[in-house]
T-cell receptor, first 115, second 109 residues
Framework: NAGVTQTPKFRVLKTGQSMTLLCAQDMNHEYMYWYRQDPGMGLRLIHYSVGEGTTAKGEVPDGYNVSRLKKQNFLLGLESAAPSQTSVYFC??????????????FGQGTRLTVV | DQQVKQNSPSLSVQEGRISILNCDYTNSMFDYFLWYKKYPAEGPTFLISISSIKDKNEDGRFTVFLNKSAKHLSLHIVPSQPGDSAVYFCAASFNDMRFGAGTRLTVKP
């Protein structure tokens, strides 16, 4: 049982380059989320999705785009990477959603460095 | 704006004693609260939660207390064990889920 899998685990980008982080879950969860973790800031919500074909902005959405074409996958894109996007990115999923008695399952994280 | 705050970056306790981690929130719309535990190089894992209609929830050595009037919740770990050493995140949800900055707990043998 893989749970939530993030690809890649590490990446170094040059300023201005683009990349896509992939999140896959095999638990048939409706909700998926992308967070970034920075020292002293905790986990901040970037974007989330409440189902296939839907996306919504979180706390810190600027500079990122997302897509949820398939229920099991949630992609996070950086069109033009900036050093301020250096962070550890976590994907999570849950069913049925935030405000119900449920927990979110997290992936292992992607450490991204933008130089 | 930081809607969920953990004001203590670190906490150190002796094995067998009680660990108390605190969390404050500002948004009165939050209706569900969770604690997550995180080890280095791993994703956060769910520990315990509490609905806003309750003031206490217990699971083994872990108890979460909620004081809605003070917008405050706390996690009690009794007795603390060295394996509990980790970063603990408080989270609160309504339409989305917000996290605090985390508290690093060290349990000394």
């Amino acid at each position: 049982n893989a749970g939530v899998t993030q690809t890649p685990k590490f990446r170094v980008l040059k300023t201005g380059q683009s990349m896509t982080l992939l999140c896959a879950q095999d638990m048939n969860h409706e909700y998926m989320y992308w967070y970034r973790q920075d020292p002293g800031m905790g986990l901040r919500l970037i974007h989330y999705s409440v189902g296939e074909g839907t996306t919504a902005k979180g706390e810190v959405p600027d500079g990122y785009n997302v897509s949820r074409l398939k229920k099991q996958n949630f992609l996070l894109g950086l069109e033009s990477a900036a050093p301020s996007q250096t962070s550890v990115y976590f994907c999570a999923s849950s069913y049925p959603g935030f405000a119900v008695n449920t927990e979110a399952f997290f992936g292992q994280g992607t450490r991204l460095t933008v130089v | 704006d930081q809607q969920v705050k953990q004001n203590s970056p670190s906490l150190s306790v002796q094995e067998g004693r009680i660990s108390i981690l605190n969390c404050d929130y500002t948004n009165s719309m939050f209706d569900y609260f969770l604690w997550y535990k995180k080890y280095p190089a791993e994703g956060p894992t769910f520990l315990i939660s509490i609905s806003s209609i309750k003031d206490k929830n217990e699971d083994g050595r872990f108890t979460v207390f909620l004081n809605k009037s003070a917008k405050h919740l706390s996690l009690h770990i009794v007795p603390s064990q060295p394996g509990d050493s980790a970063v603990y995140f408080c989270a609160a949800s309504f339409n989305d889920m917000r996290f605090g900055a985390g508290t690093r707990l060290t349990v000394k043998p």
